[in-house]
């Protein structure tokens, strides 16, 4: 009785579900469709000083306020014009889900790397006809001018740039002591811990990609070309990595960001390899007295060692809904004026290269001693392929860092598994 | 009797079929189309319809990782049920012994693990397990000199090991409740029997307890495979996956869940291909589907335990 009643309600119960269903299925498929239907429409000529613009970017703290008061000044010199700040984490796909959906931001700031691939989703847009190759050329410092191009266009302004280059505590060690190459840098970090036993001379985080670029590209070897190509499998690339485990004795076992960072700011460790961002963790409250030097040079092959450059970057959203006024802002807001009031305010390494040599600027030491090193350095790949590259690298640098692996053969699986994701990327 | 028609029940079930549907039905039947397109992160305005080709990659080619994360993951599975079960029988039966002093203390700090919030836990037990300044290591040195270091987390055998340490030391309490409540529940009576006929300890373990206890232990042990098997947080704290052994293989803790995180939000991941995840995620939801299907006909159908109920009723 039960059961037959329970079949009887399921059959002709089913038809207004089916309908109900089909009819959420087909809402969500507008949902979607709609979200594809969003562009911008672009209008040269004179500047129309009004409306609002909206910027999506990660600031915090000390940086936040020294840039809010420039945006500040221009909000005062057009006062029709309206700057709205706001803050995101994760920017980069956040980003492309608002752009689709139609309500992104009109800029976005973020770290050159994200360019590529934000680019070729068509988040963000190019600004050749406001903002030449040329003027970036002239106005920024060459790694910080040639983050903001790619596939031969301008994607926006570098506001800042960021390297990691040899921190030193001063008391630990003197700075004729400092290591001036390579074999240099071994030799210390050998006979440094033999006279302070479980102390390390020198420390940086050794399975990290990032953190092991100065050196891979140092050697001549580079990880990817903008045309896709991996290039792990190279003699350059080899003796890179031997070099680095050639450290292996004198590091921690397990030298993670955090285990180096905190061995540098207990006195336990003389040098460390790392940015800007950390400079005042080390130094606030005179804990440490930093020195700073550019990493050595490279034996094998005479040149000195080459950091990634991070360039954080201003780029123009799909969405912006006034392209001029942004191009315009950019510029104001990257202007030399503006740049030396913000790094003096935050410390930042003023992408302006007129600002970066200002004598008020020369006279930070910790700006000094971080823009002697960007301008060794290289501008952090904005191929999206470069993306395909960093968990390879690192599992490379880990499998040989553990021991599990030869450098020659963690190097040609790492090869085999970034081109497998360059493939994905492609494909 | 009351008598409704169909169509008013059908109304009041309305709202909650709705949402059934939008939550629970509609991500898997998304899921499970999105496992037949190529859609990645890049094409997602141009993805298409591929058929079972995410399939064919996942189960078919030779360079798949599905079967030693599949593999590795069971074996997880496995070592970490018989050590909940056997930590799990151990602590329940010294519980559930009258002779033992200050009882309630002991139920207390026996339990403790699993109030503690597992990621906490997980993180204390990373910390513990560091090689250069971990506590683990720092006490060995004290013993057996400044090279002592095992290195948990570096080799790969040794951090599956920890990992299993870490999910017995989370979740044997869960057992031994389990088993308290069905030790308690055997009558007095059959251990004077038992007693009587001459049994000794063992004996009485092996034929009176374990039959007894088994019928409360099938369900929990379905219950915690599962979970277990689809444990994301504790390990993926603790060792992201790793230890890495080659940029080419999956790492030795990388289980299912860790596996499929990694391949999409991951902190550096390339491309992320959905449609292949949404296949491998498809498989995965068949596959536990079988297991729990044949496990929840096991404690049903062992004819001695039922046997067993009804002698007790």
């Known amino acids: 009785m039960m059961q037959k009643k329970l079949i009887a309600l399921r059959t002709p119960g089913s038809r207004p579900l089916l309908a109900l269903m089909t009819v959420i299925v087909i809402m969500l498929m507008l949902l979607l469709a709609a979200c594809g239907s969003a562009s911008s429409s ?103 001018a040639s983050a903001l191009v790619f596939n031969g266009h301008v994607y926006g302004v570098p506001e800042a740039v960021e390297a990691i280059t040899l921190m030193y505590n001063k008391s630990l060690v003197s700075a004729d002591q400092l290591p001036k190459t390579t074999d240099d840098l071994l030799a210390f970090a050998k006979r440094y811990q033999q006279t302070h036993p479980g102390q390390y001379g020198v420390v940086w985080p050794t399975e990290d990609a990032y953190f092991n670029a100065p050196w891979f590209y140092g050697f001549g070897a580079q990880y990817v070309t903008p045309d896709g190509k991996a290039h792990l499998d190279t003699p350059q690339a080899l003796q890179a990595m031997e070099y680095i485990a050639s450290f292996r004795p004198y590091l921690p076992k397990q030298p993670t960001y955090d285990v180096v960072s905190s061995l540098f700011a207990e006195g336990k460790a003389a040098i460390i390899i790392n940015g800007p961002w950390s400079y005042a963790d080390y130094a606030s409250g005179g804990k440490i007295n930093i020195g700073f030097a550019t990493l050595p040079i490279v034996n094998a092959t005479g040149t000195p060692a080459k950091p990634f450059v991070g360039v954080k970057s201003l780029w123009m959203a799909k969405t912006a809904k006034n392209p001029a006024l942004v191009a315009d802002l950019m510029k104001f807001y990257t202007n030399k004026a503006n740049q030396i009031a913000m790094s003096r305010a935050d410390g930042e390494i003023p992408a302006n290269s007129s600002a970066a040599d200002d004598p008020a600027i020369q006279a930070l030491p910790a700006v000094a001693g971080y823009a002697a090193q960007v301008k060794l350095g290289l501008a952090l790949p904005n191929t999206p392929y470069m993306s395909a590259l960093w968990t390879p690298v690192q599992n490379a640098l880990t499998a040989v860092w553990n021991g599990t692996q030869t450098p020659a053969k963690a190097l040609s699986d790492a090869q085999a598994a970034a081109t497998k994701g360059i493939a994905q990327i492609s494909s | ?136 290591n720092q006490i060995g040195r004290l013993f057996f000199g400044q090279q002592f270091g095992i290195p948990w987390l570096l080799n790969p055998t040794l951090a599956f090991i920890a990992v299993v340490i870490v999910n017995v030391w989370l979740s044997y309490p869960f057992f031994t409740v389990v088993i308290l409540g069905a030790l308690q529940s055997i009558p007095g009576e059959l251990r004077e029997a038992a007693r009587i006929d001459g049994a000794g300890p063992w004996q009485y373990f092996r034929h009176v307890t374990l039959p007894l206890v088994t019928p409360a232990l099938i369900p929990a042990a379905i219950l915690s495979a599962i979970t277990t098997f689809q444990m994301f947080n504790t390990v993926f704290l603790i060792t992201q ?58 404690g049903t159908r062992l004819p001695e335990l039922s046997g067993f109920r009804e002698a007790r009723t």
């Open chain 1, 42 to 144: 672009n209008n040269s000529g004179s500047i129309d000083y009004s409306g609002t613009i909206v910027i999506w970017h990660g600031w915090q703290g000390a940086y936040l306020q020294a840039k809010q008061a420039i945006f500040n000044e221009y909000m005062h010199l057009h006062p029709k014009v309206k700057i709205v700040l706001v803050h995101q984490d994760n920017i980069a796909s956040k980003a492309a889900t608002a752009v689709k959906a139609g309500n992104g931001p009109d800029i976005i700031a973020f770290t050159d790397d994200n360019l590529g691939s934000l680019a070729l989703g068509h988040i963000v847009v190019p600004l050749d006809q406001y903002i030449s190759q040329d003027d970036l050329n002239q106005t920024y410092s060459p790694a910080a």
């Open chain 2, 1 to 136: 009797m009351l008598r409704v028609k169909r169509r008013t029940i059908v109304a009041f079930l309305l709202p909650m079929l709705v949402m059934m549907a939008v939550i629970n039905l509609w991500p898997i039947l998304y899921t499970l189309y999105l496992s037949t397109t190529n859609y990645s992160e890049f094409n997602s305005d141009n993805y298409r319809f591929i058929g079972l080709e995410n399939y064919r990659q996942l189960l078919f080619s030779l360079d798949s990782d599905f079967f030693p994360v599949l593999w590795q993951t069971l074996l997880y599975v496995v070592v970490c049920l018989v050590c909940f079960l056997i930590v799990g029988m151990l602590t329940a039966l010294a519980l559930n012994n009258p002779r033992i002093k200050g009882l309630p203390f002991w139920r207390v700090i026996l339990l403790l693990p699993w109030a503690a919030p597992s990621g906490i836990t997980a993180l204390i037990w990373k910390f513990l397990f560091q090689y250069d300044f971990g506590p683990l």
């Open chain 2, 241 to 298: 996956g790793g230890p890495v052994v080659s940029a080419l293989k999956p790492g030795a803790t990388e289980f299912v869940m860790i596996y499929m995180y990694n391949r999409i939000l991951g902190a550096s991941v390339a491309n992320p291909h959905y449609g292949f995840i949404a296949a491998f995620s498809i498989t995965l939801f068949a596959l536990l589907a079988a297991l729990t299907y044949l496990g929840s006909g096991l």
